[in-house]
């Protein structure tokens, strides 16, 4: 198959205006394509397409995808770079039709914009159905033409890194427990000679003084790990790290203070988190991106047991802080303080979380956008840029002290792990008990919980786990890697 991006036509006489792979196309078959494209109607808008069968011995099935304006660029009122988008959505639609038809290869035009093509192909075809015994047929995208290899590469590894997150959060907790998802990561990574794995147990997580994690950990029969990476990609191995934190919890049913029953089964992907940074360390070594990154992430279940946290217990952190748990379904934090104060141990150039911290953060910003909490103005504009260019939004929420006193003032222990006015700012004091135990200059919290599935918004991801913001992440270590070359 072959899929071909077709513009807009500024004019209303309707002319196709193709890619220059599409004109050369059209040049192979003496004009054919563009005149069964008049014939077919209207000019294509945006995101439809149309399907030419028996044009060209070596392409049985061609659809033409409308791209929508040709020289879309950056969109100040939507946050991101329009054509870029444009692309990837077109090119998914296109792919997904060639799936369709039960044609195992595709070949994509690169519509001025390889990387995003590539993107497009391999996020548009992704799905989980490991478990299924009828699975759909496997498409492999190839670039058309030979122009843009190395952009489309990139864009083919930017795409699997996301969707190693998608895979990771979809797959039911039975399947990836805290020791299979640590192992996933680590069999990952094992091809690459920069790259350590360390999968810390339960005896060194109580050695290390974690008791905030530990709490958490104790009401469920799985045991707790700890994963650490260390991507060594700096020419001077010894340069301070990015240090990427993430919140793995395996399974969430909110402890003793139980979840509804209606839609707990998501709750398999409340360690989008740590899938996100890891999966970002996975495709910064594949890139071999040159900076020092390390992975934190902390993995357990929440459960409900004889064993569980109570509401109104007191656990005490791993900077000696003690914290009330008010609420047991706000355990994420629990993990992340422990995870952070930890962090500080690497001398980080900047440390950056993710987490699907807050329902609370779904109800601010839906699914348009991951909120970013940053006491860093210069974290916060390579994170913002870095958004624009993948699509995967950021938008900065507000950190202030209004939010703190509402968290440390707490009637048995120096904070308490929910807001004093309960569900007032959720996502804002979530963000402000982290604030507690962290001292570094550069720390950024990312809440992922409005991010964390797609139902129809993003149009070329399927519906299901949406691996985000891993492309972002991505991006903004690169940005860091440049940085620090310059």
């Known amino acids: 198959g072959l899929v071909l991006g077709v513009y807009s036509s500024e004019k209303d006489d309707g002319a196709a205006q193709f890619t220059s792979a599409g004109d050369a196309f059209d040049r192979l078959v003496s004009g054919k394509l563009r005149e069964l494209l008049s014939l077919c109607g209207p000019p294509l808008k945006k995101g439809k397409t149309r399907i030419f069968h028996g044009l060209h011995q070596d392409f049985p099935s061609v659809v033409v995808v409308g791209l929508g304006k040709k020289n879309a660029g950056v969109n100040d009122q939507e946050n991101w770079n329009e054509g870029k988008e444009n692309i990837r959505a077109a090119v998914a639609v296109g792919c997904r039709q060639i799936q369709d038809l039960e044609i195992p290869c595709v070949e994509v035009d690169p519509c001025g914009d390889a990387q995003s093509a590539a993107e497009g192909a391999v996020l548009g075809l992704h799905e989980y159905n490991e478990l299924k015994q009828k699975k759909k047929p496997i498409v492999t995208p190839q670039l058309h033409g030979s122009a843009e290899s190395e952009a489309w590469q990139k864009g083919v590894t930017y795409a699997e890194g996301q969707n190693l997150a998608r895979y990771l959060m979809e797959a039911p907790a039975n399947y990836i427990t805290p020791i299979k998802f640590a192992e996933h990561i680590e ?33 469920s029969t799985e045991p707790p790990i700890f994963l650490e990476i260390h991507y060594l990609g700096a020419a001077n191995t010894n340069d301070s790290p990015l240090v990427f934190v993430g919140k793995g919890v395996t399974f969430d049913s909110g402890g003793i203070s139980l979840k509804p029953s209606s839609g707990m089964d998501a709750m398999r992907a409340d360690m989008g988190g740590a899938a996100t940074i890891c999966s970002a360390i996975v495709t910064a070594a594949a890139l071999n991106l040159p900076l020092n990154i390390i992975g934190l992430a902390p993995l357990c279940e929440n459960m409900p ?10 656990v005490r952190a791993k900077n000696g802080k003690t914290i009330q748990v008010d609420n047991t379904d706000a355990e994420g934090r629990l993990l992340l303080a422990d995870a952070l104060c930890y962090a500080h141990n690497f ?14 953060m779904d109800v601010a ?5 991951t909120g970013v909490f940053t006491n860093s103005s210069w974290l916060w504009t390579h994170l913002y840029e870095a958004s624009i260019l993948t699509g995967d939004r950021v938008w900065r929420m507000p950190l202030f002290e209004h939010y703190t006193k509402q968290v440390t003032d707490c009637p048995l222990a120096d904070v308490s792990n929910i807001g004093k006015y309960s569900r007032a700012g959720g996502a804002c004091t979530a963000a402000a008990f982290l604030k507690e135990f962290v001292t570094a200059s550069h720390w950024a919290h990312l809440d992922i919980a409005g991010v964390m599935s797609n139902k129809d918004e993003v149009p070329y991801l399927r519906k299901g786990m949406a691996g985000r913001p891993t492309r972002t992440l991505v991006e903004f270590a690169a940005r860091l890697s440049q940085d620090s070359h310059n």
């Open 365 to 369: 910003l839906g699914s348009a956008a």
């Open 305 to 314: 047991s004889g064993k569980a946290n109570k509401p109104g217990d007191v």
């Open 347 to 360: 001398n980080a150039r900047a440390i950056v979380n993710a987490a699907t911290l807050t329902g609370a």
């Open 187 to 219: 069999q990952k990574l094992r091809s690459f000679s920069n790259v350590k794995v360390h999968i810390r147990p339960e005896s060194w997580i109580t050695t290390e003084q974690m008791g905030a994690f530990l709490s958490v950990a104790k009401g």
